[in-house]
């Protein structure tokens, strides 16, 4: 279990992140068009895990923007940015504003909050996933991780970067 806050207010999480080296645990998520996402289709590639509590909020949808916009320079890199908002959202969303380097997926029916352990257990923000950034390299080794200690804060996207090309 590890504590962040959402303006201020502590809130639990389920778990911990994947450990610094260990393999990325597996997930299935749900694409715009209803697909799986699943982890296995990106083996070979370096995978960026964008994940925040909802795409309604301004700065979950700053950092959708913003790593939509690093992963066209990143080469071999696949960008999944992932909440608890329902697949015809994220799509409504991704149209509007133009996502079309990032991948959007949800989470609606799986257990990846579990599994990565960014589920809020309560605070005002109980059920959706904390503000975190996991990272894997090619081999599917986890190389960075960071939970934002406050939700309302965007990630740290020189750090991610840094991560990503080595």
Known sequence: MSIVTFTGIPSATVGELPAIGSLLPEFV???????DVASRSFIGKRVVLNIFPSLDTGVCAMSVHRFNELVARWP???VICTSQDLPFAMGRFCGAEGIDNAITASAFRSD????YGVTLVDGPLRGLFARSVVIADESGRVVYTRLSPEIAEEP??????AAVLG
């Open 156 to 161: 740290d996207y020189d750090a991610a970067a």
């Open 29 to 35: 998520l749900t694409g715009t068009d209803l697909s």
């Open 112 to 115: 990846f909050g579990q599994a």
């Open 76 to 78: 071999n890199t696949v």
